[in-house]
C-alpha cells in the first residue's frame, strides 16, 4: 500500500480538502522513577516537561477512560483515512527513554509520533540509531525534530531553516531507509517560513506547540498544532483537552499567546528569566 505520506502533492485542492480538525497532545521524556537525567535535554527548565512512568501511565488511563475518538498517526490524517477530529501522541526530543515510553503506549494499543533531534544522535541520553530504527519496526512515527534544535527557530535565517530541516531528514532517512516526511518545530516558536522550509525538505505534516485543533495547509505541508502536557498537569486536564472541553481550549489558547508575545518582546531574555524561574522550582521540589 502506498504511503500517504509520499502520496501528497502541494496545491489547492490539497489546501481545501485537509482543513480539519486534529488534537495532538505534546510530550517529552517518559522516565522510571524520576531519573530525570537519564534522557533527554539536561537542566531544570527542560526537566520540567519530563514525566514519571507512573504520572505518564495516568494520563494515558484518563484520555482512555470514555474515549470518544480514534487514537491515529498522520499519515491517516493526511489520507483522510481517519475518523474525524482524531487524537495523536507525539513526543519531541527523541530522549533515550523512547522505548520506554513506547512500551507504555503499547499497553493500550496506541501508536505515537517520536520527534528526534537528529545532530543528538547516539550522544548521552539520546536515542541511537539502532533504537530509532526498533520504534520504527515496532511501528511508531519517526520524525524530524530540526538537526540542531534551535530555541527560536521561527528567528532562524531561510538558509538556517532550510539547513536544520535538510540534514536532519537526510540522517533519518539513511538511519531508517526511507524519506522523512513528518515533523515538529523544536523551542514553540512557530512560523510560516518554518513550515515553508519544511515542505520545500519533503515534510508533510509540520507539528507545531499552537494550542488549537484546526488545522491549515502550508505548500502542501499540513501544520497541525498541539497541547503541551508538562509534568504536574493533573491527568484530568489531559482528558478534558480529548473530550474538546471549551473554557479549558480557549484558557489554553489566550495563555500560549500571551508566552508568544512575550517570547517576541523579550527575545533571549525571556529564555533565560525562564531558566532562572525553572531552577528555583527544582531547588524546592527537592
Not at 531544570?44 to 487514537?71: I, N, P, Q
Not at 540509531?129 to 527560536?152: C, D, N, V
Not at 484546526?214 to 503541551?228: K, P, T, Y
Request: hydrophobic share 40%.
Amino acid at each position: 500500500m502506498d504511503d500517504p505520506l509520499c502520496a501528497l502533492e502541494a496545491g489547492g485542492a490539497a489546501e481545501s480538502r485537509h482543513a480539519m480538525r486534529c488534537t495532538s497532545l505534546l510530550f517529552h521524556d517518559v522516565v522510571p522513577g524520576g531519573r530525570w537525567q537519564s534522557s533527554g535535554f539536561a537542566g531544570a527548565d527542560a526537566d520540567a516537561y519530563k514525566m514519571d512512568s507512573e504520572e505518564f501511565r495516568g494520563h494515558l488511563k484518563a484520555v482512555a477512560h470514555g474515549l470518544r475518538r480514534t487514537v491515529s498517526t498522520a499519515g491517516e490524517v493526511l489520507s483522510n483515512t481517519t475518523a474525524s477530529d482524531p487524537l495523536l501522541f507525539t513526543f519531541d526530543d527523541g530522549g533515550a527513554s523512547a522505548l520506554h515510553t513506547a512500551d507504555l503506549l503499547d499497553e493500550f494499543g496506541w501508536k505515537g509520533h517520536f520527534f528526534i533531534t537528529a545532530g543528538r544522535i547516539g550522544t548521552p541520553g539520546f536515542l541511537d540509531s539502532s533504537q530509532i530504527q526498533e520504534l520504527h519496526r515496532r511501528g511508531h512515527i519517526i520524525g524530524s525534530h530540526s538537526y540542531t534544535h534551535p530555541l527560536r527557530m521561527a528567528l532562524c535565517s531561510p538558509a538556517q531553516l532550510d539547513d536544520e530541516w535538510q540534514r536532519s531528514g537526510t540522517v533519518l532517512s539513511d538511519i531508517l531507509g526511507e524519506s522523512i516526511r513528518v515533523a515538529s518545530v523544536p523551542g514553540g516558536l512557530y512560523s510560516r517560513a518554518v513550515a515553508s522550509s519544511a515542505a520545500k525538505s519533503g515534510i508533510r505534516v509540520l507539528f507545531n506547540s499552537e494550542p488549537v485543533t484546526q488545522s491549515h495547509m502550508v505548500e502542501g505541508c499540513l501544520v497541525l498544532g498541539r497541547f503541551s502536557i508538562m509534568r504536574g498537569h493533573s491527568p484530568g486536564r489531559s482528558a478534558a483537552l480529548v473530550d474538546g472541553n471549551r473554557q479549558l481550549l480557549i484558557r489554553e489558547y489566550l495563555f500560549w499567546n500571551a508566552k508568544k508575545l512575550g517570547k517576541m518582546v523579550l527575545g533571549s531574555a525571556w529564555l533565560k528569566a525562564r531558566v532562572v524561574l525553572m531552577e528555583r522550582r527544582a531547588r524546592k521540589e527537592q
